[in-house]
């Protein structure tokens, strides 16, 4: 691939990541336009390392809020773990299972397999065999992905717009019991959602994320510095899946992926992304604070139409 093209999704994902519009949906549809094919593993790898370059400015821009308020005292970082282990665990019992379904659905009964070698790390290649980022190069379902995350988003905003006493009141009681942390059922409610991200790209993680702790009384600060905690603690499985994904494809019989050059390809975009989104954080923060929450879901939807055009028109 060349370099030009990965320093294009970096630039896409440094400045989608921190909105909460589905970074992963502007860069399929970026890739897309780019001629290239999404759910390529190569592809797949890339996008990955992209969050992944992301996180580590995420980590870089909010290390002093999460240390104020999750490392400070022994006892709080207590609080943050229990809550953030709840709330992985929960992702991953309600994503795992529909990224199974939805694998199953795509590859039906009749899938072929032809083994590898026992005495070796060989995993088997799979004739027709489809995964889940199989469906990354439809825009047909990012699309509405997209609109729901929207509709969320919007929900939460007019909600949050329209209740701002109340919501403070519960933010107050809320707070007494938790700290500077989410409460216990309000980090379930997050990593319930969260779940439902993992398998489709267009269904903003952190949009819906947020959005669910605004609905369930979190306040914006506690909900959007939590849900950027799961995606750090989500992208190392994240990576490891990829990076297994594209060895299965480097080792199937007649395969002509260079596992070097995708690898590589995918560092530099993590460097790349790493750089943009550092650029991007301050002065999309200072936006995202100063904007109105129930806009972004307006984008989403806005974004949908324009996807499902993209899609009608050929792409």
């Not at 060349?2 to 909105?19: C, D, F, N, S």
């Not at 665990?89 to 990224?99: D, F, N, S």
């Not at 199953?104 to 489809?130: F, I, M, R």
């Not at 717009?161 to 997050?190: K, L």
Request: charged content about 15%.
């Amino acid at each position: 691939m060349h370099l030009w093209k990965v320093l294009i999704l970096a630039i896409v994902q440094g400045l989608a990541e921190l909105l909460p519009v589905s970074s992963s949906a502007h860069v399929v549809v970026a890739e897309k336009l780019l001629g290239l094919d999404p759910s390529a593993p190569q592809m797949t790898l890339l996008l990955v390392m992209l969050h992944t370059g992301t996180m580590f400015a995420v980590i870089v821009y909010f290390w002093t809020q999460w240390k104020r308020a999750y490392f400070a005292t022994s006892d709080a970082f207590k609080r943050f773990a229990i809550r953030a282990i709840w709330a992985t665990v929960l992702t991953g019992a309600i994503g795992y299972p529909i990224i199974k379904v939805i694998e199953h659905q795509l590859n039906g009964p009749s899938a072929e397999t032809v083994g590898g070698d026992a005495g070796k790390y060989v995993e088997a290649c799979v004739v027709g065999h489809k995964d889940v980022e199989d469906i990354f190069s439809h825009l047909d379902f990012i699309a509405p992905a997209l609109l729901a995350a929207g509709l969320l988003i919007l929900w939460a905003g007019m909600k949050e717009r329209n209740a701002e006493a109340q919501t403070t009141r519960a933010y107050d009681r809320a707070a007494s019991r938790s700290g500077d942390n989410v409460t216990f059922s309000q980090a379930g409610w997050m990593g319930a959602v969260q779940g439902l991200c993992l398998p489709f790209r267009g269904f903003s993680r952190s949009g819906a994320t947020i959005s669910t702790g605004l609905l369930v009384n979190a306040s914006r600060e506690r909900a959007e510095r939590f849900s950027f905690a799961l995606a750090v603690i989500l992208t190392p499985p994240a990576v490891l899946r990829e990076l297994n994904r594209l060895l299965r494809a480097s080792q199937c019989e007649g395969s002509n992926l260079d596992l070097h050059s995708s690898t590589l390809a995918a560092l530099v975009g993590m460097v790349l992304s790493f750089c943009a989104g550092l650029a991007a954080l301050r002065w999309l923060s200072s936006w995202l604070e100063s904007g109105k929450w129930y806009l972004f879901g307006i984008y989403c939807i806005v974004a949908s139409c324009v996807v499902f055009y993209l899609h009608h028109i050929g792409y």
